[in-house]
T-cell receptor, first 112, second 116 residues
Framework: AQSVTQLGSHVSVSEGALVLLRCNYSSSVPPYLFWYVQYPNQGLQLLLKYTSAATLVKGINGFEAEFKKSETSFHLTKPSAHMSDAAEYFCAVSGANSKLTFGKGITLSVRP | GAGVSQSPSNKVTEKGKDVELRCDPISGHTALYWYRQSLGQGLEFLIYFQGNSAPDKSGLPSDRFSAERTGGSVSTLTIQRTQQEDSAVYLC??????????????FGPGTRLTVL
């Protein structure tokens, strides 16, 4: 069985501040991990994915995530938040037939 | 090119009625997934299609839920005798193929279902 845990439901940062969204996973096989973003009234858009090629993964919009096996973590970061980053962020792990198991999601707010 | 489209975007129905939700995947994508997004349960997998067959229906919550896919393209999710707990956003996603667990799934905008 596979699962992901996203602690907390809401993160608020100031514009220009570091963004850190946490994700921990549980998997009986080497995990393939994803971060998706969902803007209001839209579907999910892939930010980045880990497929075991490199532990530091760079994605779109300046986001990156580091896979740490020892910590079973895949935290998402961005050095400097923009107002346009305000959205809901989901961590997910891929299972059989590539079906995704998602975390509960974290809402990111960016203060001017 | 066109992305995944879903219709209707919003659906309001009365308890006990049947509803049909439609998904048009990206052309050429053989894998198609349905997920449900609700306040209490988050994002949940419902069903996976490879071509017209559904080898994984493990996420369908009850026998009131069914889905089909025709011509390896359009898929319809049907909910019979809707209940208030069926209220949610139903998301469809497609990908080129299911192999290897690494393929990106492209999501549609969803259908927001409200059962009164």
């Amino acid at each position: 069985a596979q699962s992901v845990t996203q602690l907390g439901s809401h993160v608020s940062v100031s514009e220009g501040a570091l963004v850190l969204l946490r994700c921990n996973y549980s998997s009986s096989v080497p995990p393939y991990l994803f971060w998706y973003v969902q803007y209001p009234n839209q579907g999910l858009q892939l930010l980045l994915k880990y497929t075991s090629a490199a532990t530091l993964v760079k994605g779109i919009n300046g986001f990156e995530a580091e896979f740490k096996k020892s910590e079973t973590s895949f935290h998402l970061t961005k050095p400097s938040a923009h107002m346009s980053d305000a959205a809901e962020y989901f961590c997910a792990v891929s299972g059989a037939n590539s079906k995704l198991t998602f975390g509960k999601g974290i809402t990111l707010s960016v203060r001017p | 090119g066109a992305g995944v489209s879903q219709s209707p975007s919003n659906k309001v129905t009365e308890k006990g009625k049947d509803v049909e939700l439609r998904c048009d995947p990206i052309s050429g994508h053989t894998a198609l997934y349905w997920y449900r997004q609700s306040l209490g349960q988050g994002l949940e997998f419902l069903i996976y299609f490879q071509g017209n067959s559904a080898p994984d229906k493990s996420g369908l919550p009850s026998d009131r839920f069914s889905a089909e896919r025709t011509g390896g393209s359009v898929s319809t999710l049907t909910i019979q005798r809707t209940q208030q707990e069926d209220s949610a956003v139903y998301l469809c996603a497609s990908s080129l193929s299911p192999g290897g667990r690494v393929n990106e799934q492209f999501f549609g905008p969803g259908t927001r279902l409200t059962v009164l």
